[in-house]
């Protein structure tokens, strides 16, 4: 083929050429951490689609969200975004997603989520996949997707926001696939995260160690309360 040659991975700009390839993003969960990516993603010019379980209750949703977000079934979100992000429930990710096996092929699955048992008072308990991980999970229960972990050791408000912690933040990648990784860095980019913040810890089998770092997050939140913060790695 003739023409200009494809960025190299150690080109500043490459990891935002890359996704830029890719604008079609489906979240899967319309929750805070769903409806916060989803906001900041279509701001950043990409056409984001919202999957809801229950589609009667997009009115509803619609209300408090950005008119450019379209919404529909999980399955269909699947089926139709380049990229799909994960921000259901992690006890019950890897049920709902293993459904989705045929949507879901081919393409780059952004996990954000932590899989526990809800203490007594609501917060995260013990892991439902000790030794183990919700990504690597779903990387066997979905072996023709490429699955990144990213953004799950934070709360919420931090993913889209990362700026506003007096101490930069991490965002820790687990994934066996460099070219997802590259495009999940650019998408970090437009939600307003550094080169510098974002730790690349390998395959996916180092989810486990950010997936355990959700059990730190109940003791703090009991302490200090639903105050924004991350777990993160300083120098």
């Known amino acids: 083929m003739t023409g200009h040659p494809r960025p190299t991975p150690t080109s500043p700009h490459s990891p935002h050429k890359e996704h ?3 604008t079609s993003i489906g979240i899967l969960g319309a ?13 950043a010019g990409h056409h984001v689609t919202l999957g809801v379980r229950n589609p009667e209750r997009t009115a509803a949703l ?3 969200i950005s008119p450019q977000i379209a919404f529909a079934d999980q399955r269909t979100t699947a089926r139709t975004a380049d990229i799909v992000i994960n921000a259901t429930p992690g006890d019950t990710s890897l049920a709902r997603l293993a459904d989705l096996r045929t949507e879901l092929a081919g ?3 952004v996990d954000v989520s932590n899989a526990t048992r809800d203490a007594a008072d609501g917060l ?3 892991l439902c996949y000790p030794g183990s991980s919700l990504a690597e999970q779903l990387q066997a229960a979905l072996p023709e997707t490429h699955v990144v972990k990213a953004l799950n050791t934070m709360l919420f408000m931090v993913m889209t926001a990362p700026e506003t912690l007096a101490t930069p933040p991490t965002a820790y ?3 066996d696939d460099q070219n997802a990784k590259r495009t999940v860095t650019g998408l970090l980019g437009d939600l307003g995260w550094e080169p510098a913040w974002i730790e690349d ?6 989810a486990r160690a950010t997936e355990a770092m959700i059990l730190v997050v109940p003791h703090i939140l009991r302490r200090h309360g639903f105050k924004p913060f991350a ?3 300083t120098r």
């Open 31 to 43: 929750g805070r951490v769903g409806a916060n990516l989803a906001g900041k993603l279509s701001a």
């Open 107 to 109: 393409k780059l699955l």
């Open 201 to 206: 810890l390998g395959g996916i089998t180092t």
């Open 231 to 233: 777990v993160s790695l």
């Open 20 to 22: 830029r390839l890719m």
């Open 173 to 175: 990648l687990s994934g």
């Open 124 to 126: 995260p308990g013990d």
């Open 62 to 64: 619609a209300a408090g």
